[in-house]
């Protein structure tokens, strides 16, 4: 009986577990930005005057608590079995947030929730644009034009994993969601942007709101998880593709 087995592991005190019975894990989650399209949309590069690239200097976004849900809950939709807590606010492309730590049960899961949330409270060292806003990108365009794109767009993004989905276990364990600024960035019609009187393009509700919106459109598709190896937090160069992309 359950009660027996409970009063042996606490006799022996070497007993670890969850109560469906599975072992425990310690995992970790990171975040990071990345580009698929470094020649359309770089990141952190040294900005070329000459050169028809977009450059992302900052990519604020303030994310919430990471949900795991377990394969066998997934046709449901059910609640999430684990969770990773939330960053806030963080820049993911000009700093390296360190991984964090979550518990969660070996075995299948098919995917992650990631909500987007406003930001009420301006953390140290953040622009005062992200004064009640959920996203902030900024950079440079060709010709040295600066930019700005700011949204609200509260959400709970889902990014769901193919087919049988994937594993969590102690040699693999480590988990990371990537952003990826081409995605959001690359087919933009910023020729079509207007600037203000500084000479800046301003995205957000009330100055170019078109572009804003096809930005809110595209949020998803830049969205994935990968697997991180070595659980430092970053997606390594030869990366594998995505175990799961947001819907």
Not at 172 to 193: E, N, P, Y
Not at 221 to 236: Q, S
């Amino acid at each position: 009986m359950r009660w027996r087995s409970l009063i042996f592991c606490l006799l022996l005190g070497g007993c670890t577990g969850t109560e469906t019975g599975n072992p425990s894990l310690s995992g970790s989650l990171g975040y990071d930005a990345y580009t698929t399209r470094p020649s359309v949309v770089a990141l952190l590069a040294a900005p070329d005057p000459a050169a028809d690239v977009t450059v992302v200097d900052s990519a604020w976004l303030v994310l919430g608590d990471v949900g795991f849900v377990a394969q066998s809950d997934c046709s449901q939709r059910a609640e999430a079995t684990a969770h990773a807590p939330g960053l806030g606010a963080g820049d993911h492309a000009a700093t390296q947030a360190p991984a964090t730590r979550f518990d969660a049960e070996v075995g299948r899961y098919c995917g992650v929730t990631l909500p987007l949330m406003a930001e009420s409270t301006i953390p140290t060292g953040a622009p005062p644009e992200l004064a009640g806003a959920s996203i902030l990108i900024e950079g440079q365009r060709p010709g040295a034009q600066r930019f700005r794109i700011v949204s609200d767009q509260q959400s709970e993004l889902f990014l769901r994993a193919d087919g049988a989905g994937f594993e969590l276990h102690d040699e693999s364990s480590g988990v990371l969601i990537g952003f990826d600024v081409a995605s959001w960035l690359g087919t933009l019609d910023w020729a079509a942007a207007v600037a203000n009187a500084k000479g800046v393009i301003e995205v957000d509700s009330a100055q170019n709101p078109e572009m804003l919106a096809e930005f809110e459109r595209r949020l998803a598709t830049g969205i994935a998880l990968f697997v991180d190896r070595d659980r430092d937090g970053k997606l390594d160069s030869d990366a594998p593709a995505p175990i799961a992309t947001a819907e």
